[in-house]
């Protein structure tokens, strides 16, 4: 049971706001909110929990393209089903709207507030289903190209969060293309979040992948459909080490450790010929969600170093190594290390030629962060990092310092060779053809590497 739900900008503007009980006797809960979200970090505590407790009142959030949906209520709820339920609503919200962000929020507060009023009744979950609310909700969105959306440049802060990303479609479930007809289409993307941990030699000390099997459809009819995986896809480790190592390139067969599928899913041929079957409900949604602990080829290496270089100064040196395939590139990379309390000043040195890369020593939390806008397979990257120190060190300089932590993205790769096999449709009786789109993406969840 909530109370409120509102949506802020990523400046604090209350962008939508529903009080569903009326029993929050203090006035503006959502600047309460943003004020205590916007100095956490300044505080020096790091970002704010989704969860968090001011003057008896239980405030929920999480962060989406920019966002922050959040939720209030004086009761003792479960943070993971009010969470869960944020989640839920921004997942039904885009696909109305095809777009999620400020804009497309504003040009269609209407058809928002008639979502939210049949998703919440007098703060009690009544549906999150699209299938489901386009028997109830039958205002038209009003449709933002995509292609205007701008760079959020610095209040990219925000968009730190922990779902995994949607599909690359930015297309409303409900809105017809030009000439009133919809374009027939589906996709599917395979999205694998991997966490692992090297130690100070190299060695990796443990790995795992979450992954999930995301779909979008957009055929009329809701037809019925056939997804293929791997044949040599097994579930359960039945016996086998957790060292049996195995490469990113598909050889070898695909173990995970359990996994769980969409209600919509008939299971009927999975064991025989590992195809899934469904009719797929309209809007975005998991298909399969699994979890691998078997060890896996890492996408990237780091090599990290950190000694003294004479009174008061010291040396780090990072290297990055691509481990995937030429034909591939990583995006957005993020390498960040921290450093002793009484680093005062550092240097960097790139190498020769180096492009797109932008290096920062954060002194309020004593961070080094060096920011790479694209990796190619196979390439290594080096920084070097000249340290100046208020006193000398306590002792052992590698235990003040790291570990170094890694974040990317890198699409149309796939690091546990969980593939779709093919995407089978029953033929439409008006003949149209429909499209199929297949995409991997894979992300770092925890990427760490020892001193």
Request: aromatic share 10%; with cysteine.
């Amino acid at each position: 049971m909530i109370s409120q739900f509102f949506v802020l900008s990523q400046r604090g503007d209350n962008i939508v706001f529903r009080d569903y009980r009326g029993e929050m006797q203090q006035k503006g809960s959502a600047e309460i909110f943003f004020r205590k979200v916007k100095f956490w970090k300044d505080d020096g505590d790091g970002d704010a929990p989704p969860v968090f407790n001011v003057d008896g009142v239980n405030y929920f959030h999480v962060k989406v393209a920019g966002l922050l949906f959040v939720a209030t209520t004086r009761v003792n709820v479960s943070p993971s089903l009010v969470l869960e339920l944020l989640q839920r609503i921004a997942r039904v919200i885009k696909d109305y709207l095809g777009v999620l962000n400020e804009e497309s929020l504003r040009k269609n507060f209407v058809l928002v507030y008639e979502l939210l009023d049949e998703v919440i009744d007098f703060g009690y979950v009544q549906t999150t289903s699209t299938e489901v609310l386009k028997s109830y909700v039958f205002n038209e969105p009003i449709i933002i190209d995509a292609a205007r959306i701008p760079n959020l440049g610095p209040a990219a802060i925000f968009m730190q969060g922990t779902r995994m990303p949607g599909t690359a479609v930015t297309k409303s479930v409900v809105a017809n293309e030009p000439g009133g007809r919809k374009r027939e289409e589906i996709f599917v993307d395979i999205i694998e979040k991997i966490s692992v941990t090297f130690s100070s030699s190299g060695y990796i000390l443990t790995s795992e992948i979450d992954g999930t099997i995301q779909m979008k459809s957009y055929l009329t009819g809701n037809p019925e459909i056939r997804l293929a995986l791997n044949d040599d896809l097994s579930i359960g480790r039945e016996g086998r080490s957790i060292y049996d190592y195995r490469n990113s390139s598909g050889s070898g067969p695909v173990i995970l450790d359990d996994c769980n599928f969409h209600e919509s899913v008939q299971l009927d041929n999975f064991e025989v010929d590992r195809t899934l079957t469904l009719v797929p409900p309209d809007g975005e949604f998991s298909v399969m969600n699994y979890r691998i602990t078997q060890e896996f080829k890492p996408p990237f290496r780091i090599n990290a170093l950190i000694e003294e270089a004479g009174p008061l100064k010291a040396e780090v040196i990072l290297k990055v190594h691509a481990e995937f395939l030429s034909s591939i590139t990583a995006n957005t990379v993020l390498v960040q290390m921290p450093l002793p309390t009484y680093t005062t000043r550092v240097s960097f040195e790139l190498e020769p030629g180096a492009v797109g890369n932008t290096t920062d020593f954060k002194e309020s939390s004593k961070r080094l962060e060096w920011g790479l806008k694209k990796i190619v397979g196979g390439s290594v990257h080096t920084l070097r990092a000249k340290l100046t120190f208020s006193q000398e060190p306590h002792g052992n300089i590698t235990k003040e310092a790291g570990p170094v932590s890694m974040t990317f993205t890198i699409p149309m790769y796939n690091a546990s060779g969980l593939q779709v096999k093919y995407l089978l449709m029953a033929q439409k009786p008006d003949g149209h053809k429909a499209y199929r789109w297949v995409r991997y993406v894979t992300q770092a969840n925890s990427y760490v590497a020892r001193l």
